[in-house]
């Protein structure tokens, strides 16, 4: 094969062992990890440094060649894998750590560290980090702030936009932007940090960032409820609530969901009797478990409870709900929905989805879990042809909306929601954002064709 | 006097008694709170619903007609006021306030609520507002969201782009873009709510938002205490979150600061001695009482303390925090600071300032008063001629960026800190903010002057 110039500048660049051009070299940047969105690359670079990175920028803005920014590739909607030919930018090896600043309570990482190294560095300093998920070992920070990723600490933290104090990132020109603010207040200027957290690697790439750390918890209490619907699961998780426990997580699943875990997973029963509805609550501080079990004793909609204080049994309770996803996959490849409605449209949003889906595609089976206090479902599509996924996708997506909520959550636009973008934002909205991307990436060459049409001279 | 057509254009879309010529009736629109910054008015405009907005927005859009939007002109920068012959954009007749979401808890607010009517609706429905300053009855939801505000409660539930969830805005063309989610999760896109919170109306004109309330505290418990130093000060700061009490505001003044506030507002001494720093510090929760006095029991830092539980005595120990501003008022007109630097850099930064004040004006007169947990500090000078002013300003405004710390903490660059952004914003920074204004507001008619130089065509 000819050698292509450009790989070999890039080449020069990151030096050659960082520039793939070899197809089974970049198979596993080529697709993502679901396997439903993979294309083409021109090569995969993989800088070392913020100054590699903003030099591959500025070769392929001279060369007008389309960039693919790149995390730990566990993205679910298309937003970190090469359409048709883009050099991807593999962030990986910026894997630097600093110190965590014990009393501002903050630290500086690279794109490339993983949220699994970002936890275990905060935690040996005496710190936690806000966010958690179950991809943890692979999703990188790069990653984490591209799609404002959320996980189950949400409702007690906040998601990545509110870890984040500072960036740095490289513009599509090339150019090195540098807001390392540490302070808790620093209100000068636009918040550039905010815009570039959730942008999807189409504004810049970032580099490193101030991530805010939080106090680690002194007790912890995980419980699995057993109850028979969603309204039910609001009532329980407002009375914990009212009784003043801090609730770290409130995550939810139905039995279709348990059924797949045990079943892949080889998982035991968690509870002696099946339940329509479960839903795993953590609550954190001191007397943690005392006010849990006041919310507990005798209160009639809980069927029955597991409830596990130690690592041990916290972490064989978190399973049931961690493994769900992987055990989806292991089933095919699903079409995955990440949407919210007001919580308290769960239950009348429950009977809708089956009823959509039926009249649509009646072989489709529909999963759904996720974090239950933002109302924010992961629904699973499996079995559906294309033609199937993208009518039933319409359906459910603009149910959502109806309902006032979000199709997109905390995954990102990427590829697979661009096209239903219109049903949550405006025309006027989306103009607003395309003068953003304009004026930031003017020649669209940062990752094309996430979260808005690509330019029409890109 | 010749009528003025773009000023009757606009009386046409407002009504005559809300477009306002007369120099006495606009002299209150023109003039800051301060009294430092004034300017000349084309006219005052007082629109009373977003439409009419959207109508004089186009209007002077057409006309190439600069703009400068005002909330309760409460601002200290100079930000809301014009400077040479703009429209004053007053919001203040957008005070619709909607029922409380209960499950949700949020809030929509027009422009024109203030944060104090704001506060009186939550409380009337069982929640709180997250944010709480001086001059709540005047500063609006508007200013709030343009100065991206802080105040007294932002270690407990963050700053006002925390609160933010939705706005509606008008752009500088005329065009209204709704993005009035009411979601905790919506990570579709582009963050326009964050963007245009602290974005001082340069970016677009924001005219409702919906406003993410809190949980009341169900038990409060304010300190005033009397301490040697800074130092002490966050050694006690420290000790408060050790004993998981759950911090809700940590204030600071100096002895001359209280001597002021005595004089002027004739308050009695809240303490037997003087102290040279008093910390004023308020836990909720279940426990807060116990929690503090766990802290304060034999504590050998604290050398006095004043305790109030009941609603009025907490009142009279924030007296003396919150009319500081009024009282240095009194005094004469201030030019004001508002920095931070790492907490543990206010020691060193409290024993530098006299040091570089002394040596360029020695008859200025420094208070500072503010934030402790964030190191936010409000910095008044007084007695300062304009050159005074400018060279104090500067030299102080040096030193805490040499501390990494912020020029503009809490309320906004304005015009007052512009030519300041440079300490701790670098040009590649400047650039990409420039980009973002050039591309919302490509004429340059929202707020000129305001955060960055004028454009060369504006």
């Known amino acids: ?86 050099v991807v930018l593999s962030l990986s090896r910026l894997v630097e750590l600093e110190a965590v600043d014990p009393v501002g309570g903050t630290v500086v990482a690279g794109a490339g560290v993983t949220l699994a190294a970002l936890q275990a560095h905060a935690l040996a300093a005496g710190w936690d980090v806000g966010i958690d998920f179950a991809s943890r070992d692979s999703a990188t920070v790069g990653g984490l702030v591209a799609t404002n990723a959320g996980g189950t600490r949400v409702l007690r933290h906040g998601d990545v936009r509110a870890q984040i104090r500072g960036v740095e990132a490289v513009t599509a020109a090339g150019v090195v932007v540098d807001r390392m603010t540490r302070l808790p207040k620093d209100s000068t200027g636009y ?49 914990v609530r009212t009784a003043h426990a801090v609730l770290g997580a409130a995550e939810t699943f139905g039995r279709a969901e348990l059924e797949l875990v045990r079943r892949h997973a080889g998982l035991a029963p968690p509870l002696r009797a099946d339940h329509p509805r479960y839903v795993l609550l953590e609550c954190e501080g001191r007397g943690a478990v005392e006010a849990l079990a006041r919310v507990l004793d005798g209160y009639p909609l809980v069927a029955e409870t597991a409830v596990a204080v130690d690592a041990a049994g916290r972490a064989a309770l978190w399973a049931y709900r961690e493994r769900i996803t992987e055990c989806i996959n292991a089933e095919g490849v699903p079409v995955k929905l990440d949407v919210a409605v007001p919580p308290t449209s ?49 359906a459910v997506l603009t149910l959502v909306a109806g309902f006032g909520g979000s199709i997109s959550a905390e995954h990102g636009v990427g590829i697979a929601k661009r096209r239903w973008l219109h049903l949550t934002r405006n025309p006027e909205d989306i103009a607003v954002m395309r003068a953003i991307k304009d004026a930031l990436d003017p020649h669209g060459l940062l990752n094309p064709g996430v979260l808005l049409a690509p330019a029409a001279d890109g």
Request: with cysteine; hydrophobic share 45%; glycine share 14%.
């Open 1 to 86: 094969v000819a050698a292509d110039p450009l790989a070999e500048a890039l080449a020069r660049i990151v030096g050659p062992a960082d520039c793939l051009t070899d197809p089974d070299l970049t198979a596993g940047y080529r697709t993502d990890w679901t396997g439903r969105f993979t294309g083409p690359a021109r090569c995969v670079v993989r800088p070392g440094t913020t100054d590699e990175v903003a030099a591959v920028m500025a070769l392929c803005a001279a060369a007008g060649q389309a960039v693919v920014p790149q995390g730990g590739n566990t993205g679910l909607v298309g937003g970190g894998v090469p359409r048709g030919g883009e």
């Open 191 to 239: 918040d550039l940090p905010g815009l570039l957290v959730g942008s999807e690697g189409t504004l810049a790439v970032v580099t490193r960032v101030v991530w805010r750390l939080v106090p680690p918890a002194p007790e912890r209490v995980t419980a699995l409820f057993g109850l028979a619907s969603y309204d039910d699961a609001l009532t329980v998780l407002g009375e």
């Open 346 to 394: 769960l239950g009348r949003f429950e009977e809708r989805v089956p009823e959509v889906v039926a009249g649509m595609a009646p072989n489709v089976r529909v999963l759904s879990f996720g974090h239950l206090a933002e109302g924010n479902l992961h629904v699973n599509l499996l079995d559906a042809t294309e033609a199937e996924a993208e009518a039933v996708e319409g």
